[in-house]
């Protein structure tokens, strides 16, 4: 599976010094990256199988959002482990004081709700109405991805403004087939 | 253990290299004089503390913030080749009586390098202990002489697209500038330096010279200059223009002014696994903290 190519990648880099001088920044980027693109990515199945009418891909979406979580999960564990050393003071004032990390962590606790209720056994529990509205959020840790990652570059935005509307983009297209579906 | 590699050399270098040997020679035949002018200060200057390692000149050389060449770490020295370091001259005019155009070799032969062991601080909060190989700044500066007006210097880098492609995006102001006070400016730690691990410079690291100013965020300390300038006002400098918020002109090594987005408390030493704190001005405190007696440090970060 293609999700697993940047674990692979990055793995393969750091077991053959292939990574920079600072191999844990190194690290965090490139596991915070993967998991913002495979998110972005998760976004853009539904517009595409509407656009394309594969519907088969729908399967997919699944996977894809678990790997984002995946990625996003090693990637706040660099950051707890190797930044913070697991110190709960020096991450509590990380959270409270530094904006992007506070939007950067309140992202990864929306996602957590999120993969716990992604299996087929929740959809049935929740129901495909509440499991939806609660599915809906993606777009917000989708948000808080891109915040946090324009919130620490020091001042080239370029990439994370596009990221930014790339996410704006597949938001507009899911609220306006919402409308085209419930004519009012 | 330093580990050296040759950078890879092209002809105009090659020269540079046996320049470099011959200006050894002649140190050497000084020893005795420039030694006994640094006695009083080189016990201080070489002090790191007792467990730093010097960082790798691999790392020192592959890890570089040099936007001239690209945003990423890696840019500089994948892109840094299109740098033409000779002929290269630095001006030094402005409030001084005896302005002056000198030509690099002249600098090289004028002004023998010696090495100078400092701790490198990257406002992002990662660190390098490099072993530079430099001149005092104040050394170039009382050649020409500043006047009773000169107040502060001001260092311009070069501004050519052709060999800076980085500088086709206007990511930050070009050329890119910084500045000191005349007092910071004459200091026996601040340097010019032309090479590092007894090499010339790599461009990547801001050949042919550059500044070393060890107890301020290494922004401070600009690579490949062309201009040095005195002045009476307190000069623009790159990072203040584009960021003021963030970026203030003194820049001094302080874990207690946090940069608005990060703490400043904590780095990352290269080649060391957990951060260590970061000391007050970088840990040369006893040597520049009265330049700022009175002074408040985060207001005037």
Request: proline share 7%.
């Amino acid at each position: 599976m293609l999700c697993l190519v940047p674990l692979l990648w990055l793995l393969w880099d750091t077991f053959t010094g292939n990574l920079s001088a600072n191999p844990l920044e190194d690290i965090t980027h490139r596991t915070g990256l993967a998991g913002l693109r495979i998110l972005v990515a998760t976004l853009a199945v539904t517009p595409l199988v509407r656009i394309s009418g594969w519907s088969h891909l729908m399967r997919l979406r699944r996977l894809i959002g678990l790997f984002a979580f995946f990625y996003v999960t090693l990637h706040l564990g660099t950051y707890l482990l190797f930044d913070q050393f697991f110190s709960l003071a020096g991450i509590v004032e990380d959270v409270a004081k530094r904006p992007y990390i506070t939007v950067g962590f309140s992202g990864f606790l929306v996602l957590v709700p999120l993969a716990v209720t992604s299996t087929n056994k929740m959809v049935k529990r929740l129901g495909g109405a509440r499991w939806k509205a609660l599915h809906s959020l993606v777009y917000a840790a989708a948000a808080a991805g891109v915040v946090h990652y324009l919130w620490l570059v020091k001042i080239d935005t370029r990439d994370p403004t596009i990221y930014g509307v790339i996410v704006v983009v597949l938001l507009a297209s899911r609220l306006w087939s919402k409308r085209v579906k419930r004519p009012s | 253990m330093p580990i050296r590699r040759a950078p890879d050399i092209i002809s105009s270098e090659i020269t540079e290299e046996s320049l470099y040997w011959d200006r050894r020679k002649f140190i050497g035949a000084s020893a005795g004089a420039a030694l006994a002018a640094l006695i009083p200060v080189a016990p201080s200057l070489m002090r790191t503390r007792q467990d730093e390692k010097l960082t790798p000149y691999d790392s020192v050389t592959s890890y570089n913030n040099f936007y001239e060449f690209g945003v990423g770490k890696d840019d500089p020295k994948r892109n840094a080749h299109t740098l033409r370091t000779r002929p290269w001259t630095v001006a030094v005019e402005g409030a001084v009586h005896k302005p002056k155009v000198f030509d690099i070799e002249e600098i090289l032969r004028k002004y023998p390098a010696e090495e100078r062991i400092y701790r490198l601080r990257c406002v992002e909060a990662w660190s390098m202990v490099i072993p530079w190989m430099g001149f005092p700044l104040a050394s170039l500066l009382k050649e020409v002489e500043p006047t009773s007006k000169a107040k502060y210097v001001q260092f311009v880098t070069l501004h050519d697209p052709e060999q800076m492609p980085g500088q086709r995006r206007t990511v930050l102001p070009w050329p890119y500038m910084e500045g000191l006070r005349l007092d910071e400016a004459m200091h026996p730690l601040t340097i010019l330096a032309t090479g590092l691990y007894g090499k010339m410079l790599p461009n990547q690291n801001g050949a042919p010279i550059r500044l070393v100013v060890p107890w301020k965020y290494g922004f401070k300390s600009i690579k490949s200059i062309v201009r040095i300038r005195l002045t009476d006002q307190e000069p623009p400098t790159s990072w203040n223009q584009v960021l003021a918020r963030e970026y203030g002109f003194y820049a001094n090594v302080n874990p207690d002014v946090s940069h608005p987005r990060w703490s400043q408390k904590k780095e990352r030493r290269l080649g060391k696994i957990r951060k260590q704190d970061t000391l007050p001005f970088n840990g040369y405190a006893d040597q520049v903290a009265d330049l700022y007696a009175g002074m408040d440090l985060s207001r005037y970060y």
